[in-house]
């Protein structure tokens, strides 16, 4: 999803626009993207959430949007913006490095696909941010407001065993490289996993654990959408 960084500071005084989000390929192809606890509950009806590793290789919550890489996902340009994840919503601006914990925030440099409108520019003569700008960066700010209980949790599960292997085609995953996907156990020890959630996270991450569970069902609408595109492709 990301290949290069631009610090913000090295935008003030240039011409560059930003677009909405369907403007870029990252929103319209990316298959897996990081999610954090907040937004699960609006996503789980509509993809699975699961854990991957990362490329420090901890364990990252994702959301699983298709399987075949390169291939732009069908009927995406129809749905609204806020029904992306959060990460895609502030695209192009992203954090330094999330699986680093480098959460300095910049922009990818990357030209839209299509310009589907004029854009807008990051900021306004003062050096405020502009209100498109300032929607974007609002979405990489409720994305970092519950990172902290998501990565407690996934600390527990891994520590106590909670976490299971889901089970998935294994040709589809070998032909376009999917990574092993793991879940919270269908009944996981609350007690254990709630020492280590602070006191104000502990409903929201257990109706989390419900959601993710019950997001694992649309596991296989996934996998027919991947044959399909699979064959098209």
């Known amino acids: 999803m990301y290949q290069s960084f631009a610090p913000l500071q090295e935008l003030w005084g240039t011409a560059h626009r930003i677009f909405d989000p369907f403007s870029y390929r990252a929103p319209l192809c990316e298959r897996f993207v990081p999610i954090c606890i907040e937004e699960s509950f609006n996503l789980c009806g ?86 498109g700008a300032e929607l974007k960066l609002k979405a990489l700010e409720r994305f970092r407001r519950s990172l902290g209980w998501e990565k407690a949790l996934t600390k527990a599960l891994t520590r106590h065993n909670m976490l299971e292997t889901v089970g998935m085609p294994q040709d589809l995953c070998e032909q376009h490289r999917v990574p092993e996907f793991t879940a919270a156990v269908q009944a996981p020890d609350h007690a254990l996993l709630l020492q280590e959630i602070p006191k104000e996270g502990r409903k929201t991450v257990l109706t989390f654990l419900t959601a993710q569970r019950l997001s694992l069902f649309r596991m296989a609408s996934i996998i027919g959408l991947s044959e399909t595109l699979q064959v098209t492709s």
């Open 46 to 131: 509509r993809y699975p959430i699961v854990w991957r590793r990362n490329d420090v290789g901890d364990f990252e919550l994702v959301a699983v949007r298709s399987l075949v890489a390169d291939a732009e996902i069908p009927h995406i340009r129809q749905i609204g913006a806020d029904a992306l994840p959060l990460l895609l919503q502030a695209y192009p601006f992203r954090y330094k490095n999330l699986a680093a914990g480098e959460l300095e925030i910049g922009m990818e440099r990357v030209a839209p696909t299509s310009e589907r409108n004029i854009g807008a520019y990051v900021y306004d003569h003062l050096g405020n941010f502009q209100l």
